[in-house]
């Protein structure tokens, strides 16, 4: 038999890179297998055509998220808050005054949501629209709530379970804005530093498709080659890890807790400007759509770098948008950023869209969510896994699931079941 190492990391998002260098720090012997040409998962980056980087997945962090504060600190990183200063701006409009108390009824119908008890039995069955329907919401602070979260899950209400959205908004304890920061040199390059640590342990272009178990060890095919270890650690979302063959197959609760996912669906896009227009009207840039839902838009400008807004658009509105042909699609944008802020959104000197949806090695973005009402255990059940092998994402952390965060909480978590069952073993020999 070949070398066997100590556990190997199947993807090279953040939580699979933080599991990676966690078990390197105490001493295992690690391989990373991704199956991209590149790391960072989720969190990516592209050149625009002056030369600046921009992240193109995952970007936004504030300081109540310690575990990815602490890393941009660490390897220096540069924060950058953004500009937020003056009016944000509701579509269709109102006035100041009704554009603050629509912004707070959805604010506290999202309050009463994380006031639930996710095991509460009454919940059972009810998706969020129907929760939504029962709530005595005026039209528009139920069509503001909607977009919101249409806008943060990227699935629409009627199809998310209301215990779901319960269990998981109760972990996003952020009390600042999460769009408190972004790195100046990009989330993304925060993926290429643990990567570099990593060294030659990792491979990247070596897709996974088969885990078999044996006797002594996992045998992992990827890439036209056999990799050995006496661990796993599967760090991809739910619904790309149900696309991987196990032999002999997981146990069946943990397939069906697997296959009890679905991707979101969200295009992130940048628009650059020769200025910050929207500020001679006192506008912040914000904008925040309650129809079309699930459309969201802020400013990304850098100091001495240009004025830019980044617009995201989640849940049906990207699987709406995604049929356009790109001109038609800019357009669409455009269109919608001028009704908010005027008529110099037309003059963008730069659009640049990344379509998430049906990504092959995501799926989609932000975040898988559990589609099947009845999947209750099905987080617990996969973070339990299987030992040897074990899961690890962003969607199953203990806390800030579905953001970067997360993904290094649940990397890390994952590095602690790896580290509890060899000793466990280690005990037995
Ligand atoms: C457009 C967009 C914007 C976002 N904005 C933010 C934000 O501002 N702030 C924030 O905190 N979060 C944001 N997120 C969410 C955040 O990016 C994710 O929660 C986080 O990056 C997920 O990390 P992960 O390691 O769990 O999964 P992933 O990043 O998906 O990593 C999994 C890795 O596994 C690889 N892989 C998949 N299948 C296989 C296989 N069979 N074999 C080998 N490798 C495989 C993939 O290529 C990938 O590299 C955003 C996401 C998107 C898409």
Request: glycine share 10%; hydrophobic share 45%.
């Amino acid at each position: 038999m070949g070398h066997v190492h100590d556990a190997i990391v199947v993807g090279a998002g953040f939580a699979g890179l933080s599991a990676a260098v966690d078990l390197v720090e105490r001493g295992y012997d690690v391989g990373v297998l991704e199956a991209r040409p590149r790391v960072g998962g989720r969190v990516e980056s592209m050149v625009l055509e002056d030369g600046m980087r921009i992240d193109s997945g995952g970007q936004f962090l504030c300081a109540d998220m310690p575990n990815v504060m602490a890393l941009a600190r660490h390897y220096g990183k540069t924060l950058v808050r953004p500009h937020m200063e003056g009016n944000f701006i509701l579509q269709p409009p109102a006035d100041e005054a009704e554009s603050w108390r629509i912004y707070r009824e959805s604010a506290n119908l999202r309050e009463r949501i994380k006031g639930l008890d996710p095991g509460d039995p009454s919940l059972a069955g009810l998706s969020v629209a129907d929760w939504l329907a029962g709530q005595n919401a005026s039209d528009d602070g139920a069509r503001a709530f909607r977009s919101m979260i249409e806008g943060l899950w990227c699935r629409p209400i009627g199809e998310v379970p209301l215990w779901y959205l319960v269990s998981n908004d109760r972990r996003i304890t952020n009390t600042r804005s999460e769009l408190e920061y972004f790195l100046g040199e990009t989330m993304h390059s925060l993926a290429g530093d643990l990567a570099r640590d990593l060294g030659p342990r990792l491979c990247t272009a070596t897709p996974v498709d088969r885990i078999l178990t044996t006797n002594d060890a996992v045998e992992i095919r990827a890439g036209g080659g056999t990799f050995r270890a006496r661990q796993v650690i599967v760090a991809v979302p739910p619904v790309m890890a149900s696309r991987i063959v196990f032999e002999p197959g997981l146990p069946h609760a943990l397939a069906s807790a697997l296959n009890a996912w679905k991707s979101g669906t969200v295009i992130k896009a940048l628009l650059r400007y020769p200025r910050r227009f929207w500020r001679d009207d006192g506008l912040s840039g914000m904008v925040m759509w309650r129809d079309p839902a699930g459309l969201f838009a802020c400013d990304v400008s850098r100091d001495g770098r240009g004025a830019a807004l980044v617009v995201f658009a989640g849940g049906q509105l990207a699987v709406e948008w995604r049929q356009m042909a790109r001109g038609v699609l800019q357009d669409a944008i455009v269109g919608k950023l001028a009704a908010a802020l005027g008529p110099d959104a037309r003059d963008a000197t730069e659009i640049s869209l990344r379509d998430w949806t049906d990504d092959p090695w995501s799926g989609g973005g932000y975040s898988d969510t559990i589609a099947d009402a009845s999947a209750t255990s099905a987080e617990e059940i996969i973070r339990a896994g299987r030992a040897p092998i074990h899961f690890a994402c962003s969607e199953l952390s203990s806390s800030f699931p579905g953001y970067v965060e997360g993904a290094i909480v649940a990397g890390r978590e994952a590095a602690h079941r790896v580290e509890a069952n060899a000793r466990a073993r280690h005990a037995r020999a």
